[in-house]
């Protein structure tokens, strides 16, 4: 307890994961770069130099006092570690611009997985998931890791790899074993800090290639997700504009199956974010997971205060007196966000989120 009937980050989570309720809705902001930014570094220093990252993080935390902190740089490392080149900007998150696979698909067979202790900058991620646990805040603590599905994805191409996926089940293999090497090394770095560990996650699971695919999503999109969720625990996290398809029901019900301690699913369509936030949580609480979500992060560059806490406040009224639920924002916040965005969501989160005002509505 931090003062008298004031609970900590790590209670409130722990009470929503047992679909219970502490003093108020747990809340946090995905933060990858914009740390970085707001601690006057680029982007590029803040993914590539893990001291400056771990500090720019403790930072951000003394700031806002989220109820969740993530180790959290980028999306691209795992691919980089394989073969793949990473372009960096000063206003937009780092993406791929050069593909291993793109030119010649049959190259998966002859590469080998990295060492995840020397590979890239995968070892810099590991030092800066080992820094953070160290620093025991009393939040809970994750780490973002993305998932076989993209990690096949951006080695392949977004364009070439989702219309072409469908029926080919075999393109998972390496990006598993790759994930699942780079999750392995984190439970070893974290045996130093058994009372904090470092939970590393597939965090993300892009499903969808880009809006132009969309028909042929749901044929694309069962082999893949589906089975890389089994047996992974965890959060795990879609971004895709597929939520809003009817027959994406079958995405919900696999993530709600999965063994999974929460799913947060991102729905940029803002006619489509009250009914997600509503079928996630609802399918959550029937199975016992957590449902993430769902502010709309595209709106920190330039909202206002008043729009912040409408956002704020339409998320948590959509839950209701619903238990298993952290409120967070859909996707990882832009680098440039507007830092007082930040603030007025963690302060609408503490006024509209707490439990007087949740059951007694």
Known sequence: MSQAGQKTGRERVMA???????DCVPA???????????DGLSIEEYCTNPTKAVKAMI???ERYQPDIMVAFND???EVEAVGCHVKYSDYVVPSIDEHVLQDDKGLLARLEVPDPFRAGRIPGFLEQCEALSAQKFPSGLGAVLVGPWTIAMLMRNPELHVPGHAGRPGVRARPDALRHRVRQ???RRGADHEDRPVV??????LLAGGARHLPRVHQAVPPGPRESLQGQEGRHHACTSAARRTRSTRTWSTSASSPSR?????????RCRWTSSDRLVTLGNQRGVVGIGNVDVTIFERATKGE????????LDTVGKRSRFVLSTSCELPPRANPDCVKWFMEAAREYGRVERILGA
């Open 185 to 187: 090394a984190g439970r």
């Open 262 to 270: 929460s799913i947060s699913i991102s729905s940029p369509i803002p």
């Open 16 to 22: 929503a994961y047992k679909g219970e309720f502490a």
């Open 59 to 61: 930072n951000y935390y």
């Open 75 to 77: 999306l691209a490392k």
């Open 28 to 38: 946090y902001p995905i933060a990858g770069s914009f740390a970085g930014c707001l």
């Open 200 to 205: 590393l996650g597939p965090h993300r699971l």
């Open 308 to 315: 912040i806490e409408a956002e704020v406040r339409r998320c």
